[in-house]
């Protein structure tokens, strides 16, 4: 059973489409990521939602915008889409941060998105 | 701000051989590190975290870390390396108080050769 999914896995497109990535995990947790990472492997935050509320969002273009319709589901839309959007765009998921300290994130597969 | 700093792009090693990948991070406030490893076309796993207490921490596949604060490293050790060893190996800071926000570093490419 997969804990964390991704929708598409591969996805190509033209620039200038919009297009969406969904995201769903099954672990019960309370807090969803984006993260992108190039073709140099750096990987970098791109949003973070708990409980359905926007709490981490990073210096991303206004053409991305996530939407998490319930704690399971974090998807993302991407408006006009550019050469440099190309990238993998991996999912996460936790736990919301204990007392401890923060908590493990399992990603999912990642959406290898390529614009041409 | 954080940021963290691998200090190797590539590491090659023979099976068996011992490795270290080398962390160094940069905080104003109290952290935590974490190793993850990226397996070909797959998502990020984690090896190992940091949290408090002692500051060798032990992982799974037999992968350890020393936190040494003074030198603000979190370096990544193995004793003997494995074919399967093979893959992409960053580090990762969080700081107290941040929403899990995990900032990376550039990732370390370890490639085991028989």
């Known amino acids: 059973d997969t804990a964390v999914s991704q929708t598409p896995k591969y996805l190509v497109t033209q620039m200038g489409n919009d297009k969406s990535i969904k995201c769903e995990q099954n672990?019960?947790?309370?807090?969803m990521y984006w993260y992108k990472q190039d073709s140099k492997k750096f990987l970098k935050i791109m949003f973070s939602y708990n409980n359905k509320e926007l709490i981490i969002n990073e210096t991303v273009p206004n053409r991305f915008s996530p939407k998490s319709p319930d704690k399971a589901h974090l998807n993302l839309h991407i408006n006009s889409l550019e050469l440099g959007d190309s990238a993998v765009y991996f999912c996460?998921?936790?736990?919301?941060?204990?007392?401890?300290?923060?908590?493990?994130?399992?990603f999912g597969p990642g959406t290898r998105l390529t614009v041409t | 701000a954080q940021s963290v700093t691998q200090l190797d792009s590539q590491v090659p090693v023979f099976e068996e051989a011992p490795v270290e990948l080398r962390c160094n991070y940069s905080?104003?406030?109290?952290?935590?590190l974490f190793w993850y490893v990226q397996y070909p076309n797959q998502g990020l796993q984690l090896l190992l975290k940091?949290?408090?207490?002692?500051?060798l921490v032990k992982g799974i596949n037999g992968f350890e870390a020393e936190f040494n604060k003074s030198q603000t490293s979190f370096h990544l050790r193995k004793p003997s390396v494995h074919i399967s060893d093979t893959a992409e190996y960053f580090c990762?800071?969080?700081?107290?108080?941040?929403?899990?926000?995990?900032?990376f570093g550039a990732g370390t490419r370890l490639a085991v050769h028989p």
């Open positions: 990762a800071v969080s700081a107290s108080g941040g929403y899990n926000k995990l900032i």
């Open positions: 940091y949290l408090s207490g002692s500051t």
């Open positions: 996460a998921s936790s736990p919301t941060w204990g007392g401890a300290g923060p908590r493990e994130q399992y």
């Open positions: 672990l019960g947790h309370d807090t």
């Open positions: 905080s104003s406030v109290s952290v935590y």
